[in-house]
């Protein structure tokens, strides 16, 4: 690819934008067959960027990208190695087949069109994280994939259990992606590069910066949150709530790799430490172990395929920090098959809920008469799943026994965990594949047609079939005709799988191409595999072996295996999930006794809070900085008459507090208000003095009018400890005042806006009085501005006294529930 | 004069304010009616005071002479005195429709908006 595909990169990184744009429309237009124009959009993608694989293959990488906000050194621009181009492919290729099946497994659905519009901007956004070099649009996409992730978890908004895994999600993987900027942000400030493909080149600056433990705590929490590592891992499972085609997308092949794919991404930065080589194995271990564990005691498909999911992301995590010669390889290979095998396992799991209405495993048996196709799909999945030759998960196991066995104690606790977790997960995979198929015909619930999967509900076994009218047709849903999956449900899962024995059987073709040029591009170094599927007798193969046989035997006592589990579990009690819950109710009840607290509901002390801080902000800098005024000389040019204005109107003020009838009290401010009128006068600023007039002589009118209406008593109502707290209150703020006022006065005017107004009125604006020029002409906005406000004070006090409320005004009702 | 000025503008401050702490809608009114006239006084002395001179520039002439007041804040002034004239006003009706609706003008039993029985949020999601 040449620099001149600059364009092209940046419109095939919108055009899932774009489509999601239209998605709506053109299904309206087209129903559920919108999915093939709309799949058309990351096919082309997925054929733009196959062009580019011979670029890559020696490690290269392609580079490119506009200036985003040059000021600030921030670029829209991508890093297209290995890395991003494996995972391109897989974000478009599998979402092309995600859009199919979506198109199948909706169809009927009122919102089809929203649902596909969500996938699109989902795919644009991942496609977003793992293209990107400049950190901030990292950031930016990674939390886009967040928020459409939500989208989509909620996508069945009317369920609570939808609504309440999505915020899971949001707030889990949202907080991480917050620590993620903060870590960004922080290598930013340590080495000054803001670019992936420039810190490769600073690793050494980061590895010897004090802050390099912070930094890696920092963004670790983005990536565990994301790929959901223990003990973050509990929003996965949750995110089951969400329509198939989205669990098998964002929830197993695409985003919850988003935090794999980074630490990928910052392996030749963070990697090669003691810190990286302890935290990441040790985390990843213990999610492999947790996630077949609570795995083993599920008996819903998704959710089975859910915490395998969760135990491969540690898998991958473990390898990802390993540190020894094939971990990364071998995380290449697993990573791929995984996306391929369990992308296809759930679009299985998917076809049977839409066909047999339910997916609890114990009810769920001799599907495979009426589902040859599904049924194929899932052993082809499986068996790579499971480990086994010639598929590319035999190929993974292999290279990560290669890495992971040793002599060393490290080596062989982390071979232990590998082999339980893949033991377990390979029974879990026939589990799911095979159960279904095999054994007796049940009776179902029966597919439910046009209507389509509103009820995503986990099928928990006590639910009664066909109980719900959106389940199954009535009338004769005890003997439902249960047949094979629509054409457009059975191509992603076919495709991917034996994706999965292509790649297995090619392998040195599909090493050279995808697994190779991966490796390299986050060893930064040449890395070449050479692992095939031809079983050749050596310690992995003998450690695959003891896999192989811990997976059937746990297979065969998968019923004892799951007590055990759920005995094990159900011990333990308390679980992260609750502690969100918890954590949740917490924050409402928190937020909820503050605000009471602060926001009492009287306004004296709201008004009583803001003055002191007013006086407080006016004395405490003061005093602080030295900057209080020389005390006042007595005025000794002063005339007779002015000083006679100034007691009238401080004689006004004081009349007014001590008022003790209406009257006296109006009378008392308009003598102080015409007070003001004078001194204006006397200062030379005959126009405020009228204005002033005006504006007193209206203010006591109405005064008047409005007081003479109502039964009120304007003297002081207060005591005490309360008048006492009041004046000093009031004392302070205005010494502040008057203090801040003497100081200004103190140091020297600066004449310059004066000058500019006194030289140009005449010459430029042609006028004589500067005041008048200034507000008509200078400032001629500000005047406009302050007619606007004018009026529509004016407005409103029409308003108010033309309308009259009938009725009683009832207590404001903020639960919706009772206003519903 | 000035340094005499800013004790003037501070009493003005301090009654203003005396006057807004209090419960009743009344007393904050005339409050709220003082204080504009404090803030005006405060720009007009910040700009200092000369006297008798208004800045109006006389025939023949294309500059105001040095003795003149400083316009600026005159300007400044004038708007803010509209401003808080209708800001007034519009309290004044504000107040009379809430004691014409709720029968008082005392601030602690005006708890529509804030009701002292409030129910605690929903708990769910």
Excluded at chain 1, 1 to 17: E, G, K, N, Q, V
Aim: hydrophobic share 55%; proline share 5%; charged share 10%.
């Amino acid at each position: 690819m040449a620099a001149s595909d600059a364009p092209y990169i940046f419109l095939t990184l919108i055009a899932p934008f774009l489509a999601a744009a239209i998605a709506p429309l053109l299904t309206r237009a087209l129903g559920h067959w919108a999915a093939l124009p709309l799949a058309l959009v990351p096919a082309g993608i997925f054929a733009f960027f196959c062009r580019a694989l011979a670029d890559v293959q020696g490690g290269q990488a392609i580079t490119g990208g506009y200036l985003w906000v040059p000021s600030f050194n921030v670029s829209y621009s991508w890093l297209i190695d290995g890395l991003s181009l494996t995972f391109v492919l897989l974000i478009s290729g599998i979402g092309a087949l995600i859009l199919l099946y979506a198109g199948g497994y909706l169809k009927g659905h009122a919102q089809q069109g929203r649902f596909f519009s969500f996938i699109l901007m989902f795919m644009g956004s991942m496609l977003g994280v793992v293209v990107s070099d400049s950190f901030l649009m990292l950031f930016i996409y990674w939390e886009l994939t967040s928020i459409t992730s939500f989208l989509l978890i909620g996508f069945d908004h009317s369920r609570e259990a939808s609504r309440r895994a999505a915020i899971q999600a949001l707030v889990v993987t949202g907080g991480g992606g917050l620590a993620l900027l903060a870590g960004l942000i922080l290598v930013w400030n340590m080495t000054g590069v803001s670019t992936i493909s420039l810190l490769i080149e600073y690793a050494q600056a980061v590895k010897a910066s004090p802050y390099f433990f912070a930094a890696l705590l920092l963004i670790l929490g983005g990536a565990f949150t994301k790929s959901a590592q223990f003990p973050f891992h509990f929003w996965l499972p949750n995110a089951m709530e969400a329509p198939t085609p989205v669990s098998a997308y964002l929830h197993s092949a695409t985003m919850v790799k988003a935090g794999v794919f980074l630490l990928m991404r910052l392996q030749p930065v963070f990697g090669d430490t003691a810190a990286w080589e302890t935290i990441l194995p040790v985390f990843g271990g213990a999610t492999l172990l947790a996630g077949t564990v609570i795995g083993l005691r599920q008996t819903d498909l998704k959710l089975m395929l859910a915490y395998t999911t969760i135990a491969s992301l540690g898998l991958l995590v473990m390898l990802t920090g390993f540190g020894t010669p094939h971990a990364l390889e071998s995380a290449v290979l697993y990573l791929i098959a995984h996306a391929l095998f369990k992308g296809a396992l759930f679009m299985v799991a998917g076809a049977i809920d839409h066909e047999a209405g339910t997916r609890d495993i114990t009810r769920l048996g001799g599907l495979w008469r009426a589902m040859p196709l599904t049924f194929a799909a899932a052993m082809l999945a499986a068996l790579s799943m499971g480990g086994l030759p010639p598929f590319l998960g035999f190929l993974a196991k292999e290279e990560v026994y290669e890495a992971l066995a040793g002599s060393n104690p490290r080596a062989i606790a982390f071979t232990l965990f590998a082999i339980i977790g893949n033991g377990l997960m390979f029974a879990l995979a026939f589990a799911v594949a095979l159960k279904p198929f095999i054994g007796t015909e049940r009776d179902l619930p029966g597919g439910h047609h046009g209507a389509a999967a509103g009820a995503e509900t986990g099928a928990p076994p006590s639910a009664l079939p066909g109980i719900s009218p959106s389940r199954g047709e009535i009338g004769k849903r005890h003997t439902p005709h249960i047949h094979e999956a629509p054409a457009l449900m059975l191509i992603g899962p076919l495709v991917l799988a034996l994706a999965g024995l292509a790649a297995g059987i090619f392998s040195d073709a599909f090493h050279a191409t995808f697994s190779a040029p991966m490796a390299s591009a986050i060893a930064h170094e040449q890395r070449s595999i050479s692992i095939s599927a031809i079983p050749h007798l050596s310690l992995p193969f003998l450690l695959s072996l003891a896999t192989v046989a811990l997976g059937v035997i746990v297979y065969l006592l998968l019923d004892r295996a799951r007590e055990a589990a759920a005995a094990a579990l159900e011990s333990i009690g308390w679980g992260p999930d609750q502690g969100f819950d918890q954590a949740m109710r917490g924050l409402v009840r928190g937020s909820y006794i503050i605000t009471r607290r602060i926001q009492t509901g009287r306004l004296e002390t709201y008004v009583m809070v803001t003055f002191i801080v007013i006086a407080a902000a006016l004395l405490v800098p003061m005093t602080t900085f030295g900057e209080w005024p020389a005390a006042p000389l007595w005025p000794v040019d002063a005339g007779f008459h002015e000083l006679m204005v100034f007691a009238i109107a401080v004689i006004g003020l004081f009349a007014v507090v001590f008022a003790a009838d209406r009257l006296t009290a109006i009378v008392s401010l308009g003598i102080q208000g015409f007070a003001v009128a004078v001194i204006f006068m006397l200062y030379g600023a005959p126009d405020l003095a009228f204005t002033q007039f005006m504006v007193e002589t209206l203010s006591v009118v109405i005064l008047a009018l409005v007081m003479t209406r109502l039964d009120l008593q304007p003297s002081d109502h207060r005591h005490g400890f309360e008048r006492l707290k009041d004046a000093a209150i009031a004392l302070a703020c205005g010494a502040g005042f008057a203090a801040l006022l003497m100081r200004a006065v103190q140091v020297p005017f600066n004449n310059t806006l004066t000058d500019f107004f006194n030289q140009w009125s005449k010459v430029v604006a042609h006028g004589t009085n500067v005041v008048n020029v200034i507000i008509v002409d200078f400032r001629g906005t500000d005047t406009l501005g302050e007619i606007a406000v004018v009026t529509i004070t004016g407005l409103a006090i029409l308003a108010l006294i033309r309308i009259r409320v009938s009725g009683d005004v009832k207590p404001a009702d903020n639960d919706p529930e009772r206003s519903a | 004069m000035e340094g005499f000025m800013s004790v003037i503008v501070g009493i003005f401050f301090a009654v203003a304010i005396y006057l807004m702490l209090s419960q009743y809608i009344i007393r904050i009114l005339l409050g709220v009616a003082i204080l504009g006239n404090a803030v005006n006084l405060l720009l007009f002395v910040a700009g200092r005071v000369t006297r008798e001179v208004p800045p109006i520039i006389g025939k023949g002439a294309d500059a105001l002479p040095a003795s003149a007041a400083n316009p600026l804040p005159q300007a400044l002034i004038l708007t803010a005195i509209v401003i808080s004239f209708s800001f007034f006003a519009f309290l004044l009706v504000l107040a009379y429709r809430a004691y014409q609706t709720l029968k008082t003008d005392d601030t602690h039993q005006m708890r529509l908006a804030e009701p002292e029985d409030a129910a605690e949020p929903p708990l769910g999601y």
